[in-house]
């Protein structure tokens, strides 16, 4: 199987799993764990440019849905701190260049997968 294909299978499926969301609370687990993944990607010390671009965008992107999914008026001082960890990783992803070290990336990943977490446990 070429690398073009399993591309295209990947982008089919992710369509598939969007389309059957439904529930806010999936969307916003989906989100965070594509941003997780995106920064994994862009973390890697070997990484083709287009796909360091592409994880670059997916994470804008998933960044810019989580923030703009905060109630701030109701969600008081937890929607305020975590604005500040998207607003962090937002800049950290916005900095990042490819084939550099990045420990904010990583801080980032450990941010999220504790967000992943504790989100799992809400329902």
């Known amino acids: 199987m070429s690398f073009v294909s399993v591309q295209r299978t990947y982008a089919a499926a992710t369509r598939r799993e969007a389309e059957e969301l ?22 890697q010390q070997v990484i083709e440019p287009e796909l360091f671009a592409r994880s670059k965008s997916k994470s804008l992107t998933a960044i810019y849905i989580l923030q703009t999914s905060l109630d701030m008026d109701r969600g008081g001082e937890i929607a305020q701190n975590l604005f500040r960890v998207y607003e962090y990783c937002r800049f950290q992803v916005l900095n990042s260049k490819r084939l550099e070290g990045h420990a904010g990336i990583t801080l980032c990943i450990n941010l999220l997968d504790e967000l992943i977490d504790a989100w799992n446990t809400i329902k």
């Open 22 to 43: 439904t529930h806010p609370h999936e969307l916003i687990l989906v989100t965070l764990t594509t941003l997780r993944q995106s920064l994994d990607l862009m973390s």
